[in-house]
């Protein structure tokens, strides 16, 4: 695809957000009118049982569906170039489990290692981050891009299994937190803690558009790179720290979101046929963002006969394109 049609595609995409953004705010068990919509966003009147809804409840979860998509999309691109593997992703390679296990010992034992008013999301940063380090020292010693992503599902079910053995031991309560926190969910964060949120994630989302000609590079593969001048070693620890930002604050506050970091940076060069990761990370943030909101969207017009899990929904769909994904090599 040229340049020309993709950024039109892009555009494309740029324009779907807030159409389906609107949807969100206007979809649920409590139907809320297009007009009151967007009164509630520039007209606020706290009065209104429909703007309290929208402001309190709706603009919270459509607004952390924008970044989870977007976040994790990215996350997921950085890992599939930095490993050369279309089949890595933040939840394949077990980060977000690094995420899971740290933010599992907050709630499960209680023990803290941030003690702070945001400790749960520093928590998860480490968590990610240390997982992150361990993948990327283990990519060093192993060539087979099968072995690495063997030992990332090796290294999450050893972190799933420290999880069980905390369950066994937590308190009901610490339990019951715990498992509605992994089953995900859009709806955990306040209108308050929103604006530090963004910040977060936009700053990780911008400074990885620095990166672009490294990761470019990346494709071609690492002696290569070297010869071009590319300090191999800043790019990877680059795209750890970017990752470990991204998928450890929507870990915190979503839950683990499996297979969107997987699927979406994939389904995204399926279509646009392109390796410039000016393009693709464009791509992936806007198309991330659109397939969680949709997700979204599905999930508020379910509700009223079937609650579904953010993070049961993005498997359902994601699992079943993975597999197409391996097939679709083999063949």
């Given at each position: 695809m040229s340049k020309q049609k993709a950024y039109i595609w892009i555009s494309i995409l740029l324009f779907c957000i807030p159409i389906f953004g609107i949807?969100?705010?206007?979809?649920?068990?409590?139907?809320?009118?297009?007009?009151?919509?967007?009164?509630?966003?520039?007209?606020?009147?706290?009065?209104?049982?429909?703007h309290i809804i929208i402001h309190e409840f709706r603009i919270p979860r459509m607004v952390m569906a924008i970044l989870a998509g977007a976040a994790l999309a990215v996350s997921g691109l950085l890992m599939q170039t930095l490993f050369n593997n279309q089949l890595a992703g933040p939840y394949v390679l077990g980060i977000n489990s690094g995420a899971s296990l740290f933010i599992g010992l907050f709630i499960l034992t209680g023990f803290q290692f941030f003690n702070t008013e945001h400790g749960m999301l520093f928590s998860a940063l480490l968590g990610a981050f240390i997982l992150g380090i361990i993948m990327l020292i283990c990519s060093l010693f192993v060539r087979s891009n099968l072995s690495l992503l063997l030992i990332g599902i090796m290294l999450s079910s050893f972190m799933g299994a420290i999880i069980n053995l905390m369950e066994t031991f937590a308190e009901s309560e610490k339990l019951k937190g715990f498992f509605f926190w992994s089953m995900g969910s859009l709806q955990r964060v306040e209108f308050s803690q929103l604006s530090w949120i963004i910040i977060i994630i936009l700053i990780a989302l911008i400074f990885s558009f620095t990166i672009v000609k490294p990761l470019n590079t990346l494709v071609i593969g690492e002696e290569q790179s070297q010869i071009l001048g590319i300090k191999i070693k800043q790019v990877r620890l680059s795209c750890i720290a970017i990752t470990a930002i991204l998928t450890g604050t929507i870990t915190a506050y979503c839950g683990p979101i499996a297979f969107l970091g997987l699927a979406v940076p994939n389904l995204s060069k399926i279509i646009f046929k392109t390796q410039d990761h000016k393009i693709l990370l464009f791509v992936n943030i806007f198309l991330g963002a659109t397939f969680m909101l949709l997700c979204d969207i599905l999930i508020q017009m379910l509700e009223s006969m079937v609650l579904i899990p953010v993070n049961v929904l993005t498997s359902l769909i994601g699992a079943p394109f993975i597999i197409y994904l391996v097939i679709r090599k083999k063949s």
């Open positions: 949807a969100d705010l206007m979809i649920g068990e409590i139907s809320i009118p297009i007009k009151d919509c967007f009164n509630a966003l520039f007209n606020y009147d706290d009065n209104s049982v429909n």
